[in-house]
């Protein structure tokens, strides 16, 4: 089956199936810290990466060009890119527009994840067919960050490869959310199977193993986890609270 057909019947092309199929079924750990932290360092990310593969991790979820290119020369299993870029006149930040979302994949991202809510963006594209033309030109994976069921199902229409939970509770139509958004996970399985049968991939919440394993057992096709493996600073803040000599 070549590209076209794959296209047409809903199938991957040749050329992504093998990099999901390292995915499927497995964890991936998002390796990130705040702009004003001293562990966003591409050299403390791609140290975090490694980690990560050596344990087990099937993919990281890596931020920024430099991290991801740090991080490209350090691990072998697959990167998923965003870069956050805050915009005046919208609240789409993750990998907002076509021409970053081409600099990661130079970069070494092997997957290019974006903000798929149904929010303006900053150039004021429209999602559906920004979605279309980065699954057609970039050569790699496109995984759809959202926040509802509907914009899952229009995104995987869209021709998504992945779609995630990630902004659910994060945007305002959500907010409040309780998470991990494990009824959303479900719905959305329920929902995309058939639509080019992208795989559903949770993330946001997740805190304990035994959610990973709901996750799967409701047919997630991964799992992200990020702060409860590597948020150092909140983790540390938590444990010092408790202590009789608070955090000042």
Do not use: W
């Not at 019947?9 to 390292?22: C, M, N, T």
């Not at 798929?116 to 920004?130: F, M």
């Not at 150092?232 to 609270?241: D, H, V």
Request: hydrophobic letters at 45%; aromatic letters at 2%.
């Amino acid at each position: 089956m070549d590209n076209e057909e794959a296209k047409r019947s809903g199938a991957l092309p040749p050329r992504l199936a093998p990099v999901l199929e390292q995915l499927r079924g497995g964890v991936i750990v998002s390796c990130q810290a705040p702009d004003d932290s001293p562990l966003n360092d591409p050299h403390v990310i791609s140290a975090m990466a490694l980690a990560a593969q050596r344990q087990g991790a099937v993919g990281v979820r890596i931020n920024g060009p430099e991290n991801i290119r740090a991080t490209r020369a350090r691990v072998s299993i697959p990167i998923i890119g965003i870069h956050k870029v805050v915009a005046p006149n919208s609240p789409v930040y993750i990998t907002p527009t076509r021409q970053i979302a081409e600099r990661l994949r130079d970069c070494g991202a092997d997957i290019i994840a974006l903000d798929a809510t149904h929010r303006p963006r900053p150039d004021g594209a429209s999602i559906g067919p920004l979605l279309a033309q980065l699954r057609a030109t970039l050569g790699i994976p496109v995984m759809a960050d959202i926040a509802r069921e509907e914009e899952g199902i229009a995104a995987a229409e869209a021709g998504a490869d992945l779609v995630a939970t990630t902004l659910a509770g994060y945007t305002d139509e959500t907010r409040g959310t309780p998470l991990p958004a494990l009824d959303l996970v479900d719905r959305l399985v329920r929902a995309l199977d058939g639509i080019g049968q992208p795989g559903v991939i949770c993330e946001g919440g997740i805190e304990t193993p035994a959610q990973v394993a709901r996750c799967f057992a409701l047919g997630a096709f991964a799992v992200v986890v990020g702060t409860a493996i590597t948020g150092i600073e909140p983790l540390a803040r938590r444990f010092t609270a408790a202590a009789p000599r608070p955090p000042a």
